[in-house]
């Protein structure tokens, strides 16, 4: 299975031009390019021809490229999906995914114009937006719905609007969602991606919460602005001094092995088959992202 680093995910709106070519002169992971939020509705078509006008001239090839579509009852989605399914799409953000049935329909809409379009089934991928609360009481359900789920990631902003919450500054009432989502998507193996951060110009806040999204499980982070994508890339990669106290619990862990003993300890701390585990999980995943620094696949 294709591996994926989505340390950064910035959105870009569809319709402006402009910000479309300075996105891509940063060193984003992903971009989102947005139909949805960002684009009214007298400016759909407008966004869609500015996307299939600039994505074949070639300046976003490091990147993963996925498209914000309109939700399925806004009357957009069909047009957004014929339009955009383009070679240089790596898949689609979908907005909404109330259930697995939301899911299952839009999977019937990719595999309809794949076909249609000659593409191999299965080519374009989903990232489902849990953004109600129904979404995170069905998170798990969701990300199993469909084997081109690569990731889900969290709306806060729209989450509170449908619970009638606050979103507080201390993240108090997002902290469950927050955790939910990483749980399903743990649990059937996608990337969790955490929620956007509102206000871009507050990198303390920033830090805070990317430091929270860290010990919560989370892998990436949605962004509003290229500020922010130099702290994302340092909470959601390995430090260097997690790199060498893996490789050292590994090797501790194999010379016990070699003496015939299960006990190695590292720093006063005995290292168990879960630590083992992690610290794999934590080299393998340094070694992916130095080389996908080096040649970002595209």
């Given amino acids: 299975m294709k591996q994926y680093i989505l340390r950064s995910m910035m959105f870009v709106p569809g319709n402006n031009e402009k ?23 007298d400016s759909k078509q407008e966004a869609r021809e500015t996307i299939k006008k600039i994505l074949p001239e070639g300046i976003f090839e490091k990147f993963h490229i996925f498209i914000r579509l309109n939700d399925r009852d806004s009357g957009f989605l069909e047009k957004d999906v014929s339009d955009l399914m383009l070679k240089e799409v790596t898949g689609f953000v979908f907005p909404k995914s109330y259930e697995k049935d939301d899911i299952i329909f839009f999977e019937n809409l990719l595999e309809k114009y794949e076909a249609e379009k000659g593409f191999l089934k299965g080519k374009f991928k989903i990232i489902p937006l849990i953004e109600t609360a129904s979404a995170v009481l069905h998170a798990e359900e969701i990300c199993r719905a469909s084997d081109r789920i690569i990731a889900t990631a969290f709306g806060s902003e729209d989450f509170c609007a449908d619970i009638q919450g606050i979103h507080d500054k201390e993240g108090k009432s997002l902290l469950v969602p927050r955790a939910l989502t990483v749980m ?14 509102v206000n871009v110009h507050d990198l303390k806040d920033l830090e805070d919460n990317l430091k929270l999204a860290r010990i919560l499980g989370f892998e990436g982070m949605l962004l509003l602005h290229p500020k922010e994508i130099e702290l994302a890339h340092k909470y959601f990669t390995p430090y260097q001094k997690e790199v060498e106290e893996a490789k050292e619990m590994l090797r501790l862990t194999e010379q016990a092995r070699k003496n015939n003993t299960r006990v190695a300890i590292i720093n006063g701390t005995f290292i168990g088959p879960p630590m083992v585990r992690t610290a794999k999980k934590i080299i393998e995943r340094d070694k992916f992202i130095k080389e996908w620094e080096k040649h970002p696949p595209s």
């Fill in 19 to 41: 910000l479309l070519r300075s996105a891509s002169r940063t060193n984003a992971d992903a971009l989102i390019l947005d139909l949805e939020d960002s684009v009214i509705d």
């Fill in 184 to 197: 399903a998507a743990r649990a059937t193996g996608v990337i969790p991606i955490d929620t956007l951060h």
